[in-house]
């Protein structure tokens, strides 16, 4: 049975990337909101954890907005977010094995590990960085074309 696909050069991978992120900022959404419940049962507590949680779903969804605007500082924010969550999970993950009883779920690794490096790998793609407009990446895909012609 012959499944339809679409052809590789059809494949926005910026698009993939933008929606991977929309995707990190529903989870994000979806934490402020449980922040607000713990707000009105612990009191004041709670308070540091909705401001952070809050901030990061607002700083995911702008920059999710400018990928898919082609904004090269939004591309930017968002590779020097996603490491920045890998290095919080290395540091959590590594806190929890001195005191004990770190559990590592399989979503947990799928949401905190492998979407934020799946993001990371298609910015960085030289046809995505093309699609941004940066020097480095139009380079590339000019070489990647000049090759392609020449085939």
């Known amino acids: 049975m012959d499944t339809p696909s679409l052809p590789r050069d059809r494949l926005d991978q910026a698009a993939i990337a933008r929606l991977l992120v929309l995707f990190q900022g529903a989870v994000l959404v979806t934490a402020t909101a449980e922040s607000v419940l713990f707000l009105t049962v612990l009191g004041p507590a ?10 990061a779903a607002l700083l995911t969804l702008v920059t999710a907005w400018g990928l898919g605007r082609r904004n090269r500082l939004a591309r930017r924010w968002t590779i020097v977010a996603e490491a920045g969550v890998l290095a919080l999970v290395a540091l959590g ?19 905190r590990v492998g979407l934020p490096i799946a993001v990371i790998a298609l910015l960085r793609r030289s046809d995505v960085r093309a699609a941004f407009g940066s020097a480095a990446g139009a380079r590339a895909a000019r070489s990647q074309d000049a090759v392609g012609v020449a085939a």
């Open 46 to 55: 709670a308070g540091p954890g909705l401001v952070l949680s809050a901030g």
């Open 93 to 111: 993950v590594v806190v929890g094995l001195v005191i004990g009883g770190v559990e590592l779920t399989l979503l947990g690794l799928v949401l």
